[in-house]
């Protein structure tokens, strides 16, 4: 079974700009999260999504958002990039939602390295 | 504050000797503990998770964890280092909040270096 696939995996940006991030989670899996890391605030989680619904969100300004398709798919996007938005962008799924699961594993993609000059 | 620590940045161990990664943590209600390795340029990869039950749980790649409640630690933990594991080690917990408000909350880390 294929693992979870992001794309792209790098991306360099001017602030100002903005950017979406795919991912495709593994076949079968429903809930999708977004996590920004970074060396000085380490793992950060942004938000989950599950029946194409934002179902829990993380200290985030308003210019972090994402959606999810009917296939599960997710998409997050960063308006009006700053330099501090420079990060490694996780995306992980589960089975289910955290909310009717907490136990369940989330497995996570490789990446996107996104760099804000 | 439900959190969770990784007291040590960096972990050194000759090939061979047993290695230990440490986590302990603090939430309400009864933890969910999952311990993560990410290897350079990479995505975090699951090594193993303790829900309930036995204290001891075994994971990939020979790894396993050692539950201790009074001690609210969760220690990674693997008999024998090879240099291939060498890599960057996050314990998490989940929090629940209530309703949909559930987190997983990640350690800062733990540099693990395996000398040959």
């Known amino acids: 079974k294929a693992g979870v696939t992001q794309t792209p995996r790098y991306l360099i940006k001017t602030r100002g700009q903005q950017v979406t991030l795919s991912c495709s989670p593994i076949?079968?899996?429903?809930?999708v999260s977004w996590y920004q890391q970074t060396p000085g605030q380490g793992l950060q989680f942004l938000f989950e999504?599950?029946?194409?619904?934002?179902?829990n969100k993380g200290n985030f300004p308003g210019r972090f958002s994402g959606r999810q398709f009917s296939n599960s798919r997710s998409e997050m996007n960063v308006s009006t990039l700053e330099l501090g938005d420079s990060a490694l962008y996780l995306c992980a799924s589960s089975l289910e939602p955290s909310a009717l699961a907490p136990t369940d594993t989330q497995y996570f993609g490789p990446g996107t390295r996104l760099t804000v000059l | 504050a439900q959190s969770v620590a990784q007291p040590e940045d960096q972990v050194n161990v000759a090939e061979g000797n047993p290695l230990t990664v440490k986590c302990t943590y603090s939430?309400?209600?009864?933890?969910?503990l999952f311990w993560y390795v990410q290897y350079p340029n990479r995505g975090l990869q699951f090594l193993l998770k303790y829900i309930t039950g036995d204290n001891l749980v075994k994971g990939s790649y020979g790894f396993e964890a050692e539950f201790n409640k009074s001690q609210t630690s969760f220690h990674l933990k693997k008999p024998s280092a090879l240099v291939s594991d060498s890599a960057l080690y996050f314990c998490?917990?989940?929090?629940?909040?209530?309703?949909?408000?559930?987190?997983?909350?990640f350690g800062t880390g733990t540099l693990l270096a395996v000398q040959p």
């Open positions: 999504y599950f029946s194409e619904t934002q179902r």
């Open positions: 939430v309400s209600g009864n933890p969910y």
């Open positions: 076949s079968g899996h429903r809930s």
């Open positions: 998490a917990v989940r929090v629940l909040l209530g309703g949909a408000t559930n987190k997983l909350i």
